[in-house]
């Protein structure tokens, strides 16, 4: 097959087939991936990039589905990558997002993707972010990228998109705080989804609270209401996504986030292959002999790995 | 300072002080945390390690104090490893798991530490497996791990404790049901909590067909019921915690469990540690401009990492 007849041209072109192919490539470790990506990475840099982020049954697949609509109905080409935080043992997209890819798979200017947990080292964040790119070098306008938002790979994700939108919602628990604080870091703009239902008020007034703890430099996230489920709040947060592009801009945060992106990028890859070497030298019997030595209590895993680096 | 006399000892009698300084020592990789570990490493296997995990608001910490609580009535030692799903950024303990460690401080017989995930290269799972291991050699009779279960390092923790108790609430949205399926696997028991709400039968019919669709090879996870706020079911759960115990003994289970943990200990020491030797040899500098050019769209991060390991 020709790489660059067979699957670079057509997803440049944006077609959906080549793209679905190309982030399974990227995936899977597929023998073509590191010269799809050196061939795509030239092309890179146009797309904006949103996360939007919160806690399940907050409403982040309504209010995606809701954004999406209205960057289409602007003409633009808009991807969609959902994060998920099913384990790495059963693999694939859950049932809902499968229904969800259905209904949206209609239009040639939407691509969704399910983006489940690999059990790879590193795995999803970089998985992520390859898909990110291969969406950028397919022309897409804006990505959206929808996680939950707790656990190291997503708020790395979410970390260094463009635009963070942290999605909160009235009513739910005491603990629910725990991750409101978590991501508080890096929001940029806080959604109070579901504003219709008793308790946004709270909602606002702890958020408001907490920002003031956090002494925010410089952009101040703003915090907004929305019900994603009628389409309420939808051109007000848009707005405010492009404000704060603007202001990324004018302040120097678009290169910085670019760095920290291309930072994070390194560093995961950088982790997988230099674990992929070491591996290849000691080889499965050794590495077997080590694992059983520590599960017997002969060996400590620190003394283990220090000992295996030490011979490589 | 001596480690045998001002750090091991105390932590071997279990001294609240010692632990908490031993697993910091761990933590923030203190030079003394390698001869630590191996001095301690031939006193473990003692502890029951349960994990605890489920959505926010499923009511796991007042779930698993009420747990402690019942073992301590039998006299056991109970240390509680909290894994905090607040960024990288913030790092700390949040208010919450203060204000219950101060009121649960007060028994010597119960340790309660908040594990925050810390940014660093597989640094939650790694942290919290080095406190379970202390924990164990400071004579603790259950370590209970409480985490809300979503995320690489989280599933990677609650796969290799000894029994994994899944907790569910009623009346959590379809977006729950992601969560659900996604910890199904790793799932030794189901604990349906806040049982006396509305809804408590169609959550547990979910599960059901839910654990009929995964075809369980040998232990059949039970469903349980419990209102932890006030003890309701307390003494079932434990009875099903040791029954699962007992067939895991039974059934070689013991000893695959403590294997998979020897190799996520194994694995996630051997990525720092290689990322950390293949830093030093480029040196900040080499580090800062690669970074710089996959930024500036000069050379793609999957060529700058083989470039740099082929010289390594």
Redesign the interface.
Known sequence: MSLTADLLEPLRRGEHRALGRAISWMENGHAG??DL??R???H??GAVVVGITG????G??TLTDQLARTLRAEGQKVGILAV???????GGA???DRIRMQRIAADPGIFIRSMA?R?A????ARATQDAIDLLDAAGFDTVIVET?G??????DVVACVQTCCVVLVPG????????K??????ADLFVINKADRDGADQVEREVEAMKSLAMPEGWDPPVLRTVAQVGTGLPELLARIREHGRWLRSHGGL?HK??E???L???S???E???R???AQAGPER?DS???G??D?L????????G??GEA
Do not use: C, N
């Open positions: 991936a590191r990506m050196a795509v990475w030239p890179l840099g806690s399940p049954g907050a982040k697949s998920d935080p099913t384990s790495p043992f059963s859950i049932l809902g947990t059990g080292l590193g795995g999803l939950v707790v656990g190291q790979d997503e708020v739910m628990g005491d603990e629910i705080q725990a991750i604080a978590g991501i508080m870091e890096v290169a670019a760095r992106r291309a930072r990028r390194f560093e890859l950088l982790a292959a230099a674990v070497r070491v591996k590495l080590l694992i059983q520590i599960a209590h060996v400590d895993p620190y003394t283990a790995v220090g295996l680096l």
